[in-house]
C-alpha cells in the first residue's frame, strides 16, 4: 500500500491567479497520477508525472496551464495556473503500487475559484 | 472509443443484498478494480479481477466475465456505513485506468 499526503486539502481562490498542490508519498514510485473529478462525475486524468522527464498530459490538458513537477520519487507538485470559475473541481493524486497494481490516492483538493 | 457503465444511483435497505452493475468497453484488458468513495473523500481499493469468477472479500463480492465485458460488485449485510458511490475502473492495453462515473448507494434504514 502507499499513504499519500496531499495538500491544501480546500482552498477558495480568486480567477486569475494560481494555486499549486503538493503530493508526498511515504514510498518510492516510478509515476504519479494527477485526476480531476468533477462533483457527481467519472476521475479524469490531467497527467501522468516521471521522476527526472516531463510530465504526460492527456488529450484536453496542457503543460501551460497544469504544470507539474516531479523533484524525485516521493514528491510532486500540480500548479492550476491563471484560473477560472471552470476549474473548481476536486484534483488528486494518485498512485499504483500493491499486489495488483491498485491505485492509492492523496486525500484530494477541493478547488473553488470565484 | 473506451467507456465503461454504471448506473448512476441506487437505493437499498439496511441489512439486505446489493449489486452494482458494470459493462465495459476498453482497447485491452488488464484487470478490472472496484473502489469506495465517500462524499469528500477520495477513492479507496475495494476489489480487483483479472480472471473470470467471483472474488469473495468479506461482505464484498466482485465478479467477472471477460467475454460479455461485465462485472458486479454485490454488498450483502448492508450497513448504514455503505452509503458511498462506488467506482468500477479498468486497465486497459496501456495499463492506463479507465473509471466510470461511479454509482451513488443510498442506504435507508
Known amino acids: 500500500s502507499a499513504v499519500i499526503s496531499q495538500k491544501p486539502s480546500r482552498d477558495i481562490c480568486q480567477r486569475g491567479t494560481s494555486l499549486t498542490i503538493q503530493c508526498q508519498v511515504d514510498?518510492?514510485?516510478?509515476?504519479m497520477f494527477w485526476y480531476r473529478q468533477q462533483p457527481g462525475q467519472s476521475l479524469t486524468l490531467i497527467a501522468t508525472a516521471n521522476q527526472g522527464s516531463e510530465a504526460t498530459y492527456e488529450s484536453g490538458f496542457v503543460i501551460d496551464k497544469f504544470p507539474i513537477s516531479r523533484p524525485n520519487l516521493t514528491f510532486s507538485t500540480l500548479t492550476v495556473s491563471n484560473m477560472s470559475p471552470e476549474d473548481s473541481s476536486i484534483y488528486l493524486c494518485s498512485v499504483s503500487v500493491g499486489e495488483h497494481a491498485e491505485a492509492f490516492f492523496g486525500q484530494g483538493t477541493r478547488l473553488t475559484v470565484v | 472509443g473506451q467507456n465503461i457503465d454504471q448506473p448512476t444511483e441506487m437505493t437499498a435497505t439496511e441489512g439486505a443484498i446489493v449489486q452494482i452493475n458494470c459493462t465495459y468497453q476498453t482497447s485491452g484488458f488488464n484487470g478490472l478494480f472496484w473502489y469506495q468513495q465517500h462524499a469528500g473523500e477520495a477513492p479507496t481499493f475495494l476489489s480487483y479481477?483479472?480472471l473470470d469468477g467471483l472474488e469473495e472479500k468479506g461482505r464484498f463480492s466482485s465478479f467477472l466475465s471477460r467475454s460479455k465485458g461485465y462485472s458486479y460488485l454485490l454488498l450483502k449485510e448492508l450497513q448504514m456505513k455503505d452509503s458511498a458511490s462506488y467506482l468500477c475502473?479498468?486497465?486497459?492495453?496501456?495499463?492506463?485506468?479507465?473509471w466510470g462515473a461511479g454509482t451513488k448507494l443510498i442506504i435507508k434504514p
Open positions: 514510498s518510492q514510485v516510478t509515476m
Open positions: 479481477n483479472v
Open positions: 475502473a479498468v486497465l486497459d492495453s496501456n495499463y492506463q485506468l479507465i
